[in-house]
């Protein structure tokens, strides 16, 4: 007797890797509040954010989450979710005021009893040294435009080395240096709000040659891993055309090679002199010797992709094409969970085997409010984290190794010149009453932890 359709079914396999780490992430400037409490010296973004018409609505990280003064409560609550990895950012400035000399001993306190806390809870710590809020003291003397920076972060990584490494096993250098620059050196949406096509390579090359110092330093007086977060972003041509196939290695190299080529190959891409033109400086065969450190593994942000049309504009000749039966989140981002999968297999195809981890992914949508139940039905986040961390999957089945997954983010945050307008966290914050609330996603990903990945094959819940 033959079988029905429904007994041929097999749910699909979704079992994680052993030792693949589930977590969350946040960013110190997004989620503390208290930016000048106890001694901690003003940041970019302090400054940014005060300066009239540079976000949405005015607002501020002064108050933030207030995680500043309840991380010890925000810890249980990643314990409650089952959360077994935690990323965060250090604040520069809260830990060295001048960006350099003195230690403000009550601000590295800050972080090492957080560290201790998540231990105590079973979370494995992931520190990010930079997540774009630079001292407002060494803004001063040029920031990311003055070479000397590279010492500079050298010597705030080696009082953050020695401080807690052995506590903290996973360390990175920079977050998304391409939207440090892009955002903030070129196009002025993000702190310290410049626009010059002179500055941006500027800014970027002192960034990798500072990233390229921390790990030195890290090798130095570290016993663990090290790492660089990239955000990555595939490109599609919007058509066969010839000028459409060159605007889409133009956008790739900008956004895609322009950090990960000079880290891991030594150079940067030949696009770049395109696209900058007389901008484009010459580099010292020296300073690539300094950014190609030995790396333990890279961060990988992913959000979505970019369908690319040749238009003319400047600084890539090229423009995104919204594609007309996409689905987009509330920043304008198409999901589109194949590319996670593409551009795995892309970073393993150029760069070798060396261990992933994503290190940011999430969207933002409209959330209805807290129900009198205490729920947040968030669907559409819900099935969007699923998509893409069955995207994930596929590219282990693939090949890749990929070694944990950290949603972006755990808590509703400053979404930086957007202010509070996008929520992109797993949990609820009332921003008048800092009441937490997990969402109907939190439940969900919880779940995905507690099987390691098993639950992936059930419904959605309604």
């Known amino acids: ?194 626009r010059s096509r002179f500055e941006a390579p500027i800014a970027s090359h002192n960034l990798m040659r500072a990233h390229g110092a921390a790990v030195k330093a890290y090798r130095a007086v570290g016993k663990h891993e090290i790492g660089l977060v990239v955000n990555l972003e595939p490109k599609y041509a919007a058509s066969e055309s010839t000028e459409d196939k060159a605007a889409v290695e133009r956008a790739h190299a900008y956004m895609n090679r322009q950090y990960l080529d000079p880290a891991l190959l030594g150079s940067y891409p030949d696009e770049l002199r395109e696209i900058f033109g007389d901008a484009w400086p010459e580099w010292p065969a020296e300073d690539f010797a300094l950014i190609k450190q030995p790396l333990d593994f890279i961060g990988i942000n992913y959000y979505t992709r970019n369908v690319t049309r040749a238009d003319g504009s400047y600084p890539l000749r090229a423009g995104a094409v919204k594609q007309p039966l996409g689905t987009y989140t509330e920043t304008g981002w198409e999901v589109f969970p194949q590319g996670l999968t593409d551009t795995l297999q892309w970073v393993k195809q150029r760069y070798g085997d060396l261990p992933l981890y994503i290190t940011e992914n999430g969207a933002a949508f409209f959330d209805p409010p807290v129900a009198e139940e205490g729920r947040v039905r968030d669907p559409l986040r819900t099935n969007y984290l699923r998509k893409h961390i069955t995207a994930i999957h596929d590219a282990i089945k693939s090949g890749c190794d990929i070694r944990g997954y950290m949603v972006w983010s755990l808590l509703d945050n400053l979404e930086w010149s957007l202010g509070y307008s996008k929520r992109f966290g797993i949990v609820h914050v009332n921003y008048d009453s800092q009441e937490r609330t997990p969402k109907d996603s939190a439940r969900w990903y919880g779940n995905v932890i507690a099987t390691h990945g098993r639950s992936l094959a059930d419904p959605l819940p309604g």
Not at 20 to 28: D, R, S
Not at 98 to 122: C, I, K, P
Not at 155 to 164: D, H, K, N, Q, S
């Open 1 to 194: 007797m033959s079988q029905s359709p429904a007994q041929d079914y097999a749910a699909p396999d979704y079992m994680f890797p052993e030792g693949f780490l589930w977590g969350a992430a946040t960013a110190a400037h997004q989620i503390e509040g208290s930016p000048l409490a106890d001694g901690a010296g003003p940041s970019i973004w302090t400054r940014f954010a005060h300066t009239p018409g540079m976000t949405l609505n005015g607002d501020t990280g002064d108050v933030a989450c207030d995680h500043y003064r309840r991380w010890k409560d925000d810890v249980r609550l990643m314990r409650e979710l089952g959360l077994q990895a935690y990323r965060f950012s250090v604040s520069w400035s809260r830990v060295l005021p001048d960006g350099t000399g003195r230690v403000n001993q009550q601000g590295l306190d800050f972080y090492s009893r957080l560290v201790d806390e998540l231990l105590a809870n079973g979370i494995e710590p992931l520190v990010t040294l930079y997540h774009w809020d630079l001292p407002a003291a060494l803004d001063d003397r040029g920031g990311w435009l003055n070479p000397d920076i590279a010492h500079w972060f050298a010597e705030y990584g080696e009082v953050m080395f020695r401080a807690l490494d052995g506590r903290v096993k996973k360390w990175v250098t920079l977050n998304e240096p391409w939207v440090i620059t892009d955002g903030g050196y070129l196009h002025g949406a993000l702190a310290p709000g410049h």
